[in-house]
């Protein structure tokens, strides 16, 4: 399976843009892009997901890199409940399993 | 909008017992898994489940576990002889059928071995 890298941790002000980084240079041309998240005491929560073009939902947006080999996770104005950890994952098509890393801490300060 | 649940939301049982979790997936979804989370360490994949048989699993799920989607709603992971190590949350998630659609997972249900 492809592997993802994503820093340890962020740290972002509230109200402010957040740019969270994902290298996954081993990504093959089945392998979707897909970013979860999970709030202290939750479950993971599906954030956006694409394979080629960027992506805007109401949560975030994804930038893909040109050779996919990276991501970023953008979240557009920080909101203190957005702490939480961001796991970027690559998927097969039709419904394989996630496998989760150490993902990204990001705290939010107000 | 729709969610998937779990109940219980926490169960302590004795090592060696039997336990069932339950979840309940969102209605028009057809693909079925389960994780585990140990404290303080990463979400770990369990299984997959679609049209009615295991699709995919890990080497954690071992002949302990099963699973079973017994009625129309109902999706259900046992662990027949429960040992310490089992202690964890577990996630139920659900997803559509297609290409590669997001999944939902639920809140969980915390498992205390003792």
């Known amino acids: 399976d492809a592997k993802t890298t994503q820093p340890n941790s962020m740290e972002s002000n509230e109200e402010e843009p957040v740019h969270l980084p994902c290298n996954h240079s081993?990504?093959?041309?089945?392998?979707?892009i897909h970013w979860y998240r999970q709030l202290p005491s939750q479950g993971p929560e599906y954030v956006i997901h694409?394979?080629?073009s960027n992506v805007n939902n109401r949560m975030a947006s994804l930038a893909i890199a040109e050779d996919r080999k990276s991501s970023t996770l953008i979240l557009h104005r920080a909101t203190l409940r957005d702490a939480a950890v961001y796991y970027c994952?690559?998927?097969?098509?039709?419904?394989?399993?996630?496998?989760f890393g150490d993902g990204t801490t990001l705290t939010v300060k107000p | 909008e729709p969610e998937v649940t779990q109940t219980p939301s926490h169960q302590v049982t004795q090592m060696g017992q039997e336990v069932i979790l339950r979840c309940v997936p969102i209605?028009?979804?057809?693909?079925f898994y389960w994780y585990r989370q140990i404290l303080g360490q990463k979400v770990e994949f369990l299984v997959s489940?679609?049209?009615?048989?295991?699709?995919?699993k890990s080497e954690i799920f071992d002949d302990q576990f099963s699973v079973e989607r017994p009625d129309g709603s109902n999706f259900t992971l046992k662990i027949r002889s429960t040992k310490l190590e089992d202690s964890a949350m577990y996630f139920c998630?659900?997803?559509?059928?297609?290409?590669?659609?997001?999944?939902?997972f639920g809140p969980g249900t915390r498992l205390t071995v003792t």
């Open positions: 489940f679609y049209n009615n048989e295991i699709s995919e």
């Open positions: 994952i690559l998927r097969k098509t039709n419904a394989g399993k996630s496998t």
């Open positions: 081993t990504i093959s041309g089945t392998d979707y």
């Open positions: 694409g394979l080629t």
């Open positions: 998630a659900s997803g559509k059928t297609g290409v590669s659609y997001e999944q939902y």
């Open positions: 209605s028009n979804h057809l693909y």
